[in-house]
């Protein structure tokens, strides 16, 4: 039986953070210039993470994502798609990357059995992409994203955080980037996690205004109707390409969200917003039985109330979610340690 919560929503979809290291300080991700890292003993190996995933796989769950931090920075992570690809009850496994240095390890990935790469993307401007991110590393994006299409990697999906006054002119020229990379581009409005210190509710773009911005230039949009818990809404444009939107700060879908998340630590969080979540990793290192993990897991579950975006909805004045002092005495508050 699928375990579900109190709003009939299924342990469907894990997201696992491999890493709480960054090769990029993206702005609305990574703006300060020191960070509180996990302590090294404490990040969860390979095997462990198999072991945890063996027990959400038996309660449900078949949809990964490795993210992070930055996931290709965690050395061998192939090793690790191997481990997770060999799971018979994981039908989709998936990465969130920046980019920078995919190019070399698509092959490896792709052939260790990884199903979907997705990349951020927010310009395609080199000096933008240096001020957002203060990194000098745009070429290699650009260079990862050819060859995981050269990798044999379908279904590439491009997300691009969208920033007034930063890359909201940038719009049409990702959607033909995409087009001209066989990549579905997916609009992300900014949003107020714990870790963007530099949120303001006048630097979001929201999905209206997006998609007046992409109709200004398109024409008619269509809303692509299907049955999903993902959290992008599809749009077709006349010529058949496809792109979505992740309203999560101005329409957020909490209730069809089926994502938990696993920091690299072991921390289990049931929605982003959440400011507490569940310790895996003591349990597993002091020898619990599966059946103990899942009797931990499980009633946690089917308590679930959380619908984290749409209480910040309902804030008056919204400013950002965690502030400085609160994320240096606890990382896991960050978006960067609990994956995004
Ligand atoms: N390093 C990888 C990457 O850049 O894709 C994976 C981790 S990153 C935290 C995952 C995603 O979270 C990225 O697409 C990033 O753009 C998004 N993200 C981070 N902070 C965000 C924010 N404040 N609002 C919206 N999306 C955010």
Redesign the pocket.
């Known amino acids: 039986m699928p375990v579900s919560d109190t709003l009939g929503r299924p342990l469907r979809n894990l997201r696992i953070s491999v890493t709480d290291r ?1 090769n990029l300080r ?1 702005q ?2 990574m703006p300060e210039e020191e960070y509180v890292w996990l302590p090294r003993e404490d990040i969860l190996h390979f095997e462990e993470i198999g072991a945890l995933v063996d027990v959400f796989a038996e309660l449900g769950v078949e949809k990964l994502r490795l ?5 290709l920075l965690r050395r061998g992570l192939p090793t690790l798609v191997r481990l997770l690809a060999a799971k018979p009850k994981i039908r989709d496994l998936a990465m ?3 980019g920078v240095v995919l190019a070399e390890h698509a092959r490896d990935l792709f052939d260790a059995g990884l199903h979907r790469v997705t990349v ?1 993307l927010d310009t395609l401007r080199p000096e933008r992409f240096k001020a957002l991110t203060r990194r000098d590393s745009h070429a290699k994006v650009l260079d990862g994203i050819d060859a995981t299409v050269g990798a044999g990697f379908k279904g590439l999906k491009l ?1 691009t ?1 969208v920033m007034r006054g930063i890359n909201d002119d940038e719009l049409v020229d990702l959607v033909e980037y995409g087009k001209r990379v066989g990549a579905e581009v997916r609009f ?1 409005e ?2 107020d ?1 714990g870790g ?1 210190t530099l ?1 303001s509710m006048d630097r979001v773009v929201s999905r209206t205004a997006i998609l007046e911005q992409l109709a200004r230039r398109y024409g008619r949009i269509e809303p692509v109707i299907e049955e999903s818990s993902a959290p992008a809404d599809r749009f077709l444009l006349a010529d058949g390409t496809v792109f979505g939107i992740i309203s999560s700060t101005t329409a957020p879908f909490c209730r069809s969200c089926d994502r938990s998340r696993l920091t690299a630590d072991g921390v289990w969080y049931l929605c982003l917003y959440a400011k507490e979540g569940m310790d895996l990793r003591g349990p597993l290192r002091r020898g619990a039985s599966k059946e103990e993990l899942k009797a931990r897991i499980v009633p946690t579950w089917q308590q679930r109330r959380d619908r984290g975006a749409e209480e910040r909805l309902a804030v008056a004045n919204r400013t950002p979610l965690v502030q400085i002092g609160e994320l240096r005495k606890d990382p896991h508050l960050e ?2 340690t609990r ?2």
């Open positions: 960054c993206c609305y991700c993210t992070g931090g930055e996931p969130t990357t920046n951020s997300d955080v992300i900014y949003m996690v963007a949120w978006m960067h994956g995004g």
